[in-house]
C-alpha cells in the first residue's frame, strides 16, 4: 500500500512539477485556514468595525489607527459611523510625511473629532528611523530589512499610554494597528491601558515583517494573557479566537488578529471554530 503510494506520488509530481504541486496545496490550505487575500471589502475588518461601533459606551466612539497610511481603514470607519448615526472621535498616527501628506487629503484638516499626528506609536518615547521601499509604500516599517536597498526618514515615537494620558482619553473602543513588524511595540505602548481593560478591541495585521522585528505571533498570546484579553484571528466568517497559543498558528501569513476585552464576551460576537487541535 504504501509503495503503491509512493509511485502515484511521484507520478504526479512528474507530471505537474513540484511547484505546481505546492502551489495547488496552498491553495487548498489557505482557504481551509481561512487566509485570504488581505483587503478591507473582503477580510473581515469592516465586521470588527461594526462590532466596535455596536458595542460603545455614551458619547462619540474613541477611535485610534496606528498606521493610517492614506486613509483607506480610517475611510471605511467614518463611512460606517455616518451610515450608523454613531459620532466618532478618531485620532490617526502615520509617520512618513509623504504619506501623511497624502492621510491629511483623504481625510481633511484636523478637527476637534478628527487628531492627525504626524509620529509613530512604539513601546518608549524617542526617535527612530524609517525604512521605506519608495515614498508611499503601505510596507514602509521601522524595522530594517536585510539585503534591501530602502530609503530612510528619522520620526518620532510615543506611546499609546503617554497619548492617551495627554489627550485624556479615558477609554478606547477600538485600536487599530498596521505597523509592518512593529505592532507588537505598538501595543506593549499601551500595555497600562489594557491592564485597566480600558481598550475594547484592538486589532493588529501579523505578517513576515514580525520576523525582521524579531517577534512572534506567540508573544501577542503572551500579552493578551498578561492583560486577560481574548485574541483571535479576523475571517470573513467572524473571529476564529484561541484559547492558547500553537505552533501551527506561527505561519507569518499576512492576516489581522485582535485582542477583545473579556467583558465584551455578552454581546453577540460572530465567532468560528479553529480548525486545529
Not at 539585503?147 to 485624556?168: A, F, G, P, Q, R
Not at 512593529?182 to 481598550?199: C, I, K, P, S, Y
Not at 484592538?202 to 484579553?229: G, P, S
Amino acid at each position: 500500500m504504501r509503495r503503491a503510494a509512493e509511485l502515484a506520488e511521484r507520478g504526479l509530481e512528474a507530471i505537474a512539477g513540484r511547484r505546481n504541486i505546492v502551489r495547488a496545496s496552498r491553495f487548498v490550505l489557505d482557504r481551509a485556514r481561512l487566509d485570504g487575500p488581505n483587503r478591507i471589502e473582503t477580510n473581515g475588518e469592516l465586521n470588527v468595525q461594526q462590532l466596535a461601533l455596536r458595542t460603545r459606551m455614551p458619547g462619540p466612539v474613541n477611535v485610534i489607527d496606528v498606521g493610517a497610511h492614506f486613509g483607506e481603514w480610517s475611510g471605511e470607519l467614518l463611512r460606517q459611523a455616518e451610515d450608523s448615526g454613531v459620532s466618532v472621535s478618531l485620532h490617526v498616527f502615520e509617520p512618513s510625511r509623504y504619506t501623511f501628506d497624502r492621510l491629511t487629503k483623504a481625510l481633511g484638516p484636523p478637527t476637534e473629532a478628527l487628531r492627525m499626528n504626524p509620529m509613530a506609536i512604539s513601546s518608549r518615547p524617542g526617535i527612530a528611523v524609517l525604512h521605506k521601499p519608495h515614498e508611499g509604500a503601505g510596507s514602509s516599517s521601522l524595522h530594517e530589512r536585510p539585503h534591501s536597498d530602502e530609503k530612510v526618514e528619522e520620526v518620532s515615537l510615543t506611546t499609546l499610554d503617554i497619548y492617551c494620558s495627554s489627550m485624556s482619553i479615558k477609554h478606547v473602543h477600538l485600536l487599530k494597528i498596521d505597523a509592518e513588524g512593529h505592532d507588537l511595540a505598538a501595543l506593549e505602548g499601551g500595555r497600562r491601558l489594557f491592564a485597566e481593560g480600558r481598550v475594547d478591541i484592538a486589532q493588529f495585521e501579523y505578517n513576515v515583517r514580525w520576523v525582521d522585528a524579531r517577534h512572534y505571533l506567540r508573544d501577542a498570546f503572551e500579552f493578551a494573557a498578561a492583560v486577560d484579553y481574548r485574541i483571535g484571528k479576523v475571517t470573513p466568517r467572524g473571529i476564529e479566537f484561541y484559547a492558547a497559543w500553537h505552533p501551527e498558528l506561527e505561519s507569518f501569513k499576512e492576516g489581522n488578529y485582535v485582542l477583545i476585552r473579556r467583558t465584551l464576551e455578552n454581546h453577540h460576537v460572530e465567532a468560528v471554530t479553529w480548525w486545529g487541535p
